[in-house]
């Protein structure tokens, strides 16, 4: 069973098998038609289309974050659409280094399926080890079977607010150090940070290829920002809940469990004038 990250050589020995259901997750923040355009064009053979908007998110009513957690009873349903059983091993791949792979890893993590892992590489990496692509498109070879059972692995704006003052809790955020500081807010309409936040930009989990740092690099470069806090009182966060999904998938790789996620993150934070938000 693979449950955080599978590499592409391990992916080709079980890519046919039944029980193996791959997601393509690519997206782009800027561009809604990019993944689906990009999955068209072509994909590894028998992959399923997720979007991100439709399928790993609801649409946003303002005061819930750009990327609002699907609601739970549809996404089991589509997950069994897609053929997906409680014992299938479920990969995610994109093409920005398994950023929106992740937001998938986490979702069926968050609904009690721990069979699932991101292709360290994503899709360039499966193409620079010969993988072939396809251009038919799949929409689930069977009914699935799937039932959820939700774990408490999220929190929400309130329980933030509680705790904002009490030292109980450590949020990293995922963004951009510029979009961080407030200094360069290009997506949404308030600059800055949750007061109390730490920045790790997601991209440094990365190494020059795109794939995920070693176990060991990861989790001496987290460690040195939640010093003594235990993991499971780290909260992630980042614009919308999706690359805070990469920062989790990271700790988890690190051997650093249970941190949790912030889903609304920054988009919904500053939906309520009432919050306090930091520039320093």
Not at 53 to 68: A, F, M, V, Y
Not at 195 to 212: D, E, I, T
Request: glycine content about 8%; some cysteine.
């Amino acid at each position: 069973m693979y449950t955080n990250l599978i590499e592409s050589e391990e992916l080709i020995k079980i890519l046919d098998e039944s029980n193996t259901v791959v997601f393509d997750c690519r997206h782009e923040l800027t561009d809604p038609e990019y993944g689906i355009t990009s999955y068209n064009k072509s994909h590894i053979p028998g992959a399923i289309f997720a979007c991100m908007d439709k399928n790993l998110s609801k649409k946003p009513d303002g005061t819930n974050g750009r990327h609002p957690l699907p609601d739970i009873h549809s996404l089991s349903d589509w997950l069994r659409k897609c053929g997906v059983k409680n014992s299938t091993q479920v990969v995610a791949y994109d093409d920005a280094g398994g950023v929106y792979g992740s937001r998938l890893w986490w979702l069926l993590r968050w609904l009690g399926h721990d069979s699932v892992a991101v292709l360290n590489g994503g899709v360039q990496d499966w193409v620079r080890i010969g993988g072939a692509l396809d251009t038919k498109p799949t929409h689930g070879c069977s009914k699935g079977t799937f039932e959820s059972n939700p774990r408490n692995i999220s929190v929400d704006a309130q329980f933030i607010s509680k705790k904002l003052h009490g030292h109980q809790l450590l949020i990293i955020d995922a963004r951009a150090a510029d979009r961080f500081q407030g200094r360069n807010e290009t997506i949404d309409p308030i600059a800055g940070h949750i007061p109390g936040a730490v920045n790790r930009f997601f991209k440094n989990n990365l190494n020059q290829n795109g794939k995920f740092l070693d176990a060991k690099e990861l989790k001496a470069s987290f460690e040195r920002i939640i010093g003594e806090t235990p993991s499971s009182e780290v909260i992630h966060q980042c614009g919308s809940g999706v690359t805070a999904c990469h920062n989790l998938l990271a700790m988890e790789v690190a051997e650093l469990k249970n941190s949790k996620l912030y889903p609304g993150s920054w988009s919904e934070w500053i939906s309520d004038p009432n919050r306090p938000v930091a520039t320093s």
